[in-house]
């Protein structure tokens, strides 16, 4: 099944860290760049950040300088560091993942986050 796999979800308390994964089965092919959103209760899914294969990184204005999208070389894997995480960063955050050409999107089942205290 063409589904991403996200992993790291988890409770943290505020300013606290942690890391999310992501990966592409095989037979996802040829991606062109791989992201994170997050969907909050009652809220729309909302961009959180990308990579492509080029390196070149975009970040929503709201996690800029406390988030840090990163992959591996082979672009199957992509994580999110977040830090000094907020009680607004509470929601469900789903991988991305575009593919060159086509653009066919694919997407991972979520995996939750909560900040509280």
């Known amino acids: 099944q063409d589904q991403l796999v996200e992993s790291g979800g988890g409770l943290v308390q505020p300013g606290g860290s942690l890391k999310l994964s992501c990966v592409a089965p095989g037979t996802i092919s040829n991606i062109y760049a791989m992201g994170w959103y997050r969907q909050a209760p009652g809220k729309e899914r909302e961009f959180v950040a990308n990579?492509?294969?080029?390196?070149?990184?975009d970040y929503a204005d709201s996690v800029k300088g406390r988030f840090t999208i990163s992959r591996n070389r082979v672009m199957n894997t992509v994580y999110l560091q977040m830090n000094s995480l907020k009680p607004e960063d509470t929601a469900v955050y789903y991988c991305n993942a575009v593919t060159a050409g086509w653009g066919t999107k694919y997407w991972g089942q979520g995996t939750q986050v909560t900040v509280s205290s």
């Open positions: 990579i492509r294969t080029s390196g070149h990184t």
